[in-house]
T-cell receptor
Framework: KAGVTQTPRYLIKTRGQQVTLSCSPI?????VSWYQQTPGQGLQFLFE???????NKGNFPGRFSGRQFSNSRSEMNVSTLELGDSALYLC??????????FGPGTRLTVT | ELKVEQNPLFLSMQEGKNYTIYCNYS?????LYWYRQDPGKSLESLFV?????AVKQEGRLMASLDTKARLSTLHITAAVHDLSATYFC?????????????FGGGTRVLVKP
């Protein structure tokens, strides 16, 4: 089975721009979660989608949003980028009661 | 608010010796996970612990869970260089509500010959 895939793998943006990251889950997995990893804050939960509905949300500002499509693929969007948004963004997929499998991540650099 | 603490933050190991990483969490929770992360890479699932007294072993790694003490341990037996990585524990407070993991800060492990 193919694993979780994320695109793009690397991204450089300028402050004030917006960015969209994409995640394709493992086939058959309907839950997709997003996490932000930074050296200072560690791994933090952003949100989770299940069957196209946001099921859980972390403590991030409204600039961070996401969605899930009918094929379970998910996107997250960050608007009005700030320097502090530079991070590794990890997507994870899961069968309903199973382990979370993480993708390779998208490394976002905001300059 | 659920808090997850790991210690130590850094562990310098000698090959062949045994070590333990500790993971404490602040509130009753459904599941505890251990993940491994190599530099520049993603997270690899090691163990899922579901109930009090659960013990799982894979190779030189063994994880256990004490829900009463809100403590999980990851024991490394006879460390080898390949085990050098950062290890994270993560807790899912309410699995019925979906997937929402709270991670510990990680333990960076360096195994020296």
């Amino acid at each position: 089975k193919a694993g979780v895939t994320q695109t793009p793998r690397y991204l450089i943006k300028t402050r004030g721009q917006q960015v969209t990251l994409s995640c394709s889950p493992i086939s058959g997995h309907r839950s997709v979660s997003w996490y932000q990893q930074t050296p200072g804050q560690g791994l933090q939960f952003l949100f989770e989608y299940f069957s196209e509905t946001q099921r859980n949300k972390g403590n991030f500002p409204g600039r961070f949003s996401g969605r899930q499509f009918s094929n379970s693929r998910s996107e997250m969007n960050v608007s009005t980028l700030e320097l502090g948004d530079s991070a590794l963004y990890l997507c994870a997929s899961s069968a309903q009661t199973g382990v979370l499998y993480f993708g390779p991540g998208t490394r976002l650099t905001v300059t | 608010e659920l808090k997850v603490e790991q210690n130590p933050l850094f562990l310098s190991m000698q090959e062949g010796k045994n070590y333990t990483i500790y993971c404490n969490y602040s509130t009753t929770s459904d599941r505890l996970y251990w993940y491994r992360q190599d530099p520049g890479k993603s997270l690899e699932s090691l163990f899922v612990l579901l109930s009090n007294g659960a013990v799982k072993q894979e190779g030189r790694l063994m994880a256990s869970l004490d829900t009463k003490a809100r403590l999980s341990t990851l024991h490394i037996t006879a460390a080898v260089h390949d085990l050098s990585a950062t290890y994270f524990c993560a807790v899912d407070k309410d699995k019925a509500a979906g997937n929402k993991l709270t991670f510990g800060g990680g333990t960076r492990v360096l195994v020296k010959p």
